[in-house]
T-cell receptor, first 113, second 118 residues
Framework: DAGVTQSPTHLIKTRGQQVTLRCSPK?????VSWYQQALGQGPQFIFQ???????QRGNFPDRFSGHQFPNYSSELNVNALLLGDSALYLC????????????FGQGTRLTVV | AQKITQTQPGMFVQEKEAVTLDCTYD???????LFWYKQPSSGEMIFLIY??????QNATEGRYSLNFQKARKSANLVISASQLGDSAMYFC???????????????FGKGTLLTVNP
């Protein structure tokens, strides 16, 4: 049973460019959340997708957008990259509902130069 | 709003000994879940243990147990018989869980860096 998979694992982009990160949830999971983790910090919630809709959003600008596909996989898009967007981006999947565990992928390390 | 506090930036433990990592939380949500994750230097966030706020028993998963004291709003992680491979960053997290079936974002603490010495 495959866990949460993210691609790519590492990425280098230039300031002002756009980037797309991808996530496949754990088999059977229907909810995907994205987190940004700056160096030395805990992860910060970006947004959550369920039934192909954004259900909740953290304190991130509109440059951060996402999508969930019918097979529950998800993409995170970041436009007009800033140096401060350099971070580890983590995807978490779970089942919608209380008492369910949330599992993370290995993350995508984004460097903006 | 939810808040997680981990007051130990770093902890050291001898191999084979037990260690407790502290976590306190604050929330106004009547129903919530508490999590512990391990993050090695590779970056992957590894799920360790989950405790629901209405669970009567403390959660256990192998060498991990969660010491849940609801009145004190604490959810400490106990690792028994530490191993060298336990050296990593450990994060405590929580989320609201309502009876309607929605669950919400995870709010994380700043983490505790555990070092296991041989």
């Amino acid at each position: 049973d495959a866990g949460v998979t993210q691609s790519p694992t590492h990425l280098i982009k230039t300031r002002g460019q756009q980037v797309t990160l991808r996530c496949s949830p754990k088999s059977g999971h229907d909810t995907v959340s994205w987190y940004q983790q700056a160096l030395g910090q805990g992860p910060q919630f970006i947004f959550q997708y369920y039934e192909e809709e954004e259900r909740q959003r953290g304190n991130f600008p509109d440059r951060f957008s996402g999508h969930q596909f019918p097979n529950y996989s998800s993409e995170l898009n970041v436009n007009a990259l800033l140096l401060g967007d350099s971070a580890l981006y983590l995807c978490a999947s779970s089942l919608m509902g209380p008492g369910t565990e949330a599992f993370f992928g290995q993350g995508t390390r984004l460097t903006v130069v | 709003a939810q808040k997680i506090t981990q007051t130990q930036p770093g902890m050291f433990v001898q191999e084979k000994e037990a260690v407790t990592l502290d976590c306190t939380y604050d929330t106004s949500d009547p129903s919530y879940g508490l999590f512990w994750y391990k993050q090695p230097s590779s970056g992957e966030m590894i799920f360790l243990i989950y405790q629901g706020s209405y669970d009567q028993q403390n959660a256990t998963e192998g060498r991990y147990s969660l010491n849940f004291q609801k009145a004190r709003k604490s959810a400490n992680l106990v690792i028994s018989a530490s191993q060298l491979g336990d050296s990593a960053m450990y994060f405590c997290a929580m989320r609201a869980e309502n009876s309607g079936g929605s669950n919400y974002k995870l709010t994380f603490g700043k983490g505790t860096l555990l070092t296991v010495n041989p």
